[in-house]
């Protein structure tokens, strides 16, 4: 079947939306379309078997101990049935019954096709088709469409049903990058992942298991089917994915039924919480998960597997911040790579689609640098491929492919590709919501071309490469996050501001507390004892209190404005003071700590403050350096820090190790600003074109 026979039964199909405008929107057209096409094909598939089913059908009816589905199956010859004597051409034929019979017709079908149809939301649709008086022409409609096998092949039928979710999601493109990836962007990362399978793509018989974690409507998995069987046709292609939202699910379970492939292997739930496939291994993984999407509602059971599974589990390497759950679906999905055997056989390749944020967001020892960290200490990323902007329809934010495998060829292992495929693209004709840019033919053609070239030069170190290719080592991208530490210089001085901390201290208002409370026996118990005081008591207690303060205040009021270079002499002028004045001299680390902190000011010339003999670090001053992997780190405090402050020093139990990789840093081309003298030039221009302006105006 040609492809102008496609198209054309995709318009038959869609030209039911001449019928419904008016009574549906636009992008409504799909919830009606899609679910009729299904309907029409599986009628089309079981037709030959009517007759045989509805024998078994027979032979079991009042055999309630026997479930007869499994005969049911095997009657039909496929893995659903319909055990109505009814057709969408008899129900059409009696208008007045349509809705009733239409209901009837659809829940005599097995359970795993009934699923699909109520997905679909598909009895609010007869409701809503019945009340407009559409219902039966709708039907009449899809009754003269041909989607028998013996005319519409399986494989075929995949296109014309792609088709329509393409239109289906072009309509309501203010929402379909949710659960649709531009089928330009899918084959370049079909290119990418399954490329490199030479055995999948030449070898008679071979036998691939792919699986998509996110898989919305099913236009990766059919990609990545259709790319080998178009490479080798006597391949066996199994395709299995999971998705959340109920309508993009019954879409891509559709497409599997209609196809022929086992519509049991698209599971329906959340991917985090409740895995179908997790104790399945599959030889090619490939996703495009929601940016940007927090992961709050299955928060309890990731968070419980991360810290209860470790290694057993999913999660053990680390956990993203709570508002993206990208990282999530890539440590998801590297669980289900196939090891790889003592021979070098099996493993997995996988590619996954993301924004620049798992690049690089946080910092060392951070969930999202542990998860690169573990990646590329595993040697798992093959490579990067940055795309242009606007590619998605519901962001214009540059993405980027990650590849990865844990079969990396012996001269490749330890390295990573990065290539920069930002300047391969072409502007639409229309816009369709964000997407403003597209992947021609031969875009896609360079980039996978330049790819497999760049794969090769990691290998082969006197390949010549190329501009938009870098490859670099596993380590260039993990760093050591160091603590650079000052000491803590004090001068001490007595000021009103100073002298108003020290006596709002906790420890000063504790010794107050002590010397004015043993005078009233009876208010001391109850604050003692910490009972509620009457306003009456409060009042006195803090009468008291401030007494005791003032004392201590006045008695220090004679050193006002002076200034002492070290603690020690500033305690013992104060202490002289406060004795002299007939008082007790506080006494305890509370105090001493309270006193430096409220007398002491930073200077840069200050006295260095000590804690068991060695500098106390200055928490205002410290500072961070990242320093690459390797590296060492006295030598780089010496080197870039030392000239500057001579007395800083790294505190070594703080050190860190991070991962990021800052693509875009690597491929930065400086471009120097333009000459004055040419700015000069243009602005004079910009002002005698204007003066023309202003002249022609006011003739």
Same mark, same amino acid.
């Given at each position: 079947?040609n492809?102008?026979k496609?198209?054309?039964?995709?318009n038959?199909?869609?030209?039911?939306?001449?019928l419904?405008?008016g009574d549906?929107?636009q992008?409504?057209?799909?919830k009606?379309?899609?679910?009729f096409?299904?309907?029409?094909?599986?009628e089309?598939?079981l037709e030959?078997?009517r007759?045989?089913v509805?024998?078994?059908v027979?032979e079991?009816?009042?055999?309630e101990?026997?479930?007869?589905?499994?005969w049911l199956r095997?009657?039909?010859?496929?893995?659903?049935?319909?055990?109505?004597d009814?057709t969408?051409?008899?129900?059409?034929?009696d208008?007045?019954?349509?809705?009733?019979?239409?209901?009837?017709y659809?829940?005599?079908f097995?359970?795993?096709?009934r699923?699909?149809l109520?997905?679909?939301e598909?009895?609010q649709?007869i409701?809503r088709?019945?009340?407009?008086d559409l219902l039966?022409?709708v039907?009449?409609?899809?009754?003269?469409l041909?989607?028998?096998?013996e005319n519409?092949?399986n494989?075929n039928m995949?296109?014309?049903?792609?088709?329509?979710?393409?239109?289906?999601a072009?309509?309501?493109?203010e929402?379909?990058?949710?659960h649709f990836?531009?089928r330009e962007v899918i084959k370049l990362?079909?290119?990418?992942?399954i490329a490199?399978?030479g055995?999948a793509?030449?070898?008679p018989?071979?036998?691939?298991?792919?699986?998509?974690p996110?898989?919305?409507?099913g236009g990766?998995l059919?990609?990545?089917?259709?790319f080998?069987r178009d490479?080798n046709p006597?391949?066996t292609?199994?395709?299995?994915?999971?998705?959340?939202?109920?309508?993009?699910?019954?879409?891509?379970?559709?497409?599997?039924?209609?196809k022929g492939?086992d519509?049991?292997?698209?599971a329906f739930g959340?991917?985090f919480s409740?895995?179908?496939h997790r104790?399945e291994k599959?030889d090619?993984?490939?996703?495009?998960?929601p940016?940007g999407v927090e992961?709050?509602?299955?928060?309890?059971?990731?968070?419980y597997?991360h810290?209860?599974l470790?290694?057993?589990?999913?999660f053990?390497a680390?956990?993203p911040?709570?508002?993206?759950?990208?990282?999530?679906?890539?440590?998801h999905m590297?669980?289900?790579?196939?090891?790889?055997? @003592?021979? =070098?056989? #099996?493993? +997995?390749r %996988?590619?996954?689609?993301?924004?620049?944020s798992?690049l690089?967001? !946080? @910092?060392a =020892?951070? #969930?999202? +640098?542990? %998860?690169?960290r573990?990646?590329?200490?595993?040697?798992w990323?093959? !490579?990067?491929?940055?795309?242009?902007?606007q590619?998605?329809y519901n962001?214009?934010i540059?993405t980027y492919?990650?590849i990865?495998?844990n079969k990396k060829?012996?001269?490749?292992?330890g390295?990573?590709?990065?290539l920069?495929?930002r300047?391969?693209?072409q502007?639409m004709?229309?816009s369709?919501?964000d997407k403003?840019k597209?992947?021609?033919?031969d875009h896609?053609k360079v980039?996978t071309?330049?790819y497999a070239e760049a794969?090769?030069?990691?290998?082969d170190?006197?390949?010549?490469?190329?501009?938009k290719v870098?490859v670099f080592?596993?380590a260039?991208?993990?760093?050591?996050?160091i603590?650079v530490?000052r000491?803590?210089?004090l001068?001490f001085?007595l000021?009103?501001?100073?002298l108003t901390?020290?006596?709002?201290?906790k420890?000063l208002?504790?010794?107050?507390?002590?010397?004015?409370?043993p005078g009233?026996?009876?208010?001391a118990?109850?604050?003692k004892?910490r009972?509620k005081?009457?306003?009456?008591?409060?009042?006195q207690?803090?009468?008291?209190?401030a007494k005791?303060l003032?004392?201590?205040a006045?008695?220090?009021?004679p050193?006002?404005g002076?200034?002492?270079?070290?603690?020690s002499?500033?305690?013992?002028?104060l202490?002289?003071g406060?004795?002299?004045a007939?008082?007790?001299?506080?006494?305890?680390?509370?105090?001493?700590?309270?006193?430096r902190?409220?007398?002491?000011?930073?200077?840069?010339?200050?006295e260095?403050?000590?804690?068991?003999?060695e500098p106390e670090?200055?928490t205002?001053?410290?500072?961070?350096?990242?320093?690459?992997?390797?590296?060492?780190?006295?030598?780089f405090l010496k080197?870039e820090?030392h000239?500057?402050?001579?007395?800083a020093?790294?505190?070594h139990t703080?050190t860190k190790i991070?991962?990021?990789?800052?693509?875009t840093r690597?491929f930065?081309?400086?471009e120097?600003p333009?000459p004055?003298?040419?700015?000069?030039a243009e602005?004079?221009a910009?002002e005698a074109?204007?003066q023309?302006?202003?002249?022609a105006v006011t003739?």
């Amino acid at each position: 079947m040609n492809s102008s026979k496609h198209t054309e039964l995709a318009n038959h199909a869609w030209s039911v939306a001449d019928l419904l405008r008016g009574d549906y929107r636009q992008h409504d057209y799909g919830k009606v379309i899609l679910p009729f096409t299904v309907l029409r094909r599986l009628e089309c598939v079981l037709e030959p078997t009517r007759e045989k089913v509805a024998e078994t059908v027979a032979e079991y009816k009042g055999q309630e101990d026997i479930d007869p589905d499994y005969w049911l199956r095997e009657a039909s010859g496929h893995s659903f049935y319909n055990t109505s004597d009814l057709t969408l051409r008899k129900i059409a034929n009696d208008p007045k019954s349509a809705a009733t019979n239409l209901q009837i017709y659809v829940s005599a079908f097995s359970e795993n096709a009934r699923e699909v149809l109520e997905k679909y939301e598909f009895a609010q649709q007869i409701k809503r088709l019945d009340g407009a008086d559409l219902l039966y022409q709708v039907i009449g409609k899809f009754t003269d469409l041909d989607l028998h096998p013996e005319n519409v092949p399986n494989h075929n039928m995949g296109y014309i049903f792609e088709e329509l979710i393409r239109r289906f999601a072009e309509q309501s493109n203010e929402t379909a990058g949710e659960h649709f990836t531009p089928r330009e962007v899918i084959k370049l990362m079909v290119n990418l992942l399954i490329a490199p399978d030479g055995d999948a793509l030449t070898v008679p018989g071979a036998v691939r298991t792919i699986m998509d974690p996110a898989c919305g409507t099913g236009g990766m998995l059919s990609a990545a089917e259709d790319f080998i069987r178009d490479h080798n046709p006597d391949a066996t292609v199994e395709v299995y994915g999971q998705e959340l939202n109920p309508e993009s699910w019954a879409i891509c379970r559709s497409d599997l039924m209609i196809k022929g492939q086992d519509p049991e292997h698209i599971a329906f739930g959340n991917s985090f919480s409740d895995p179908a496939h997790r104790r399945e291994k599959f030889d090619f993984l490939l996703a495009n998960p929601p940016f940007g999407v927090e992961w709050k509602k299955v928060k309890d059971e990731v968070e419980y597997e991360h810290k209860n599974l470790g290694e057993a589990g999913r999660f053990a390497a680390g956990l993203p911040r709570i508002n993206d759950g990208s990282l999530l679906f890539l440590q998801h999905m590297i669980s289900m790579m196939k090891p790889v055997d @003592a021979k =070098g056989g #099996g493993g +997995s390749r %996988i590619a996954i689609v993301f924004n620049g944020s798992p690049l690089f967001t !946080g @910092a060392a =020892g951070s #969930g999202e +640098s542990e %998860i690169r960290r573990w990646i590329l200490e595993n040697d798992w990323l093959e !490579g990067i491929v940055a795309l242009p902007d606007q590619l998605f329809y519901n962001t214009g934010i540059s993405t980027y492919f990650w590849i990865l495998t844990n079969k990396k060829a012996p001269d490749h292992k330890g390295k990573v590709v990065l290539l920069d495929a930002r300047d391969q693209w072409q502007k639409m004709r229309k816009s369709l919501g964000d997407k403003r840019k597209e992947l021609g033919k031969d875009h896609i053609k360079v980039v996978t071309e330049l790819y497999a070239e760049a794969v090769q030069a990691a290998a082969d170190p006197a390949h010549p490469g190329h501009a938009k290719v870098k490859v670099f080592d596993n380590a260039a991208f993990g760093y050591q996050r160091i603590t650079v530490e000052r000491p803590l210089k004090l001068r001490f001085e007595l000021t009103e501001e100073t002298l108003t901390a020290l006596t709002a201290s906790k420890p000063l208002q504790k010794w107050a507390e002590e010397r004015c409370l043993p005078g009233v026996p009876e208010l001391a118990a109850k604050v003692k004892a910490r009972r509620k005081l009457t306003d009456e008591e409060e009042d006195q207690f803090k009468s008291l209190l401030a007494k005791e303060l003032t004392l201590f205040a006045d008695a220090l009021k004679p050193l006002m404005g002076t200034t002492w270079a070290t603690k020690s002499e500033a305690q013992l002028a104060l202490k002289d003071g406060v004795v002299g004045a007939g008082l007790i001299w506080p006494t305890g680390a509370p105090f001493a700590k309270a006193f430096r902190d409220t007398i002491g000011l930073r200077d840069s010339e200050g006295e260095v403050q000590k804690v068991k003999g060695e500098p106390e670090p200055d928490t205002e001053l410290r500072d961070y350096e990242n320093v690459p992997l390797g590296e060492d780190v006295e030598k780089f405090l010496k080197r870039e820090v030392h000239p500057h402050v001579p007395d800083a020093w790294i505190d070594h139990t703080k050190t860190k190790i991070g991962y990021e990789i800052p693509f875009t840093r690597h491929f930065y081309v400086y471009e120097p600003p333009r000459p004055l003298v040419e700015i000069d030039a243009e602005l004079k221009a910009l002002e005698a074109e204007i003066q023309s302006l202003l002249g022609a105006v006011t003739e």
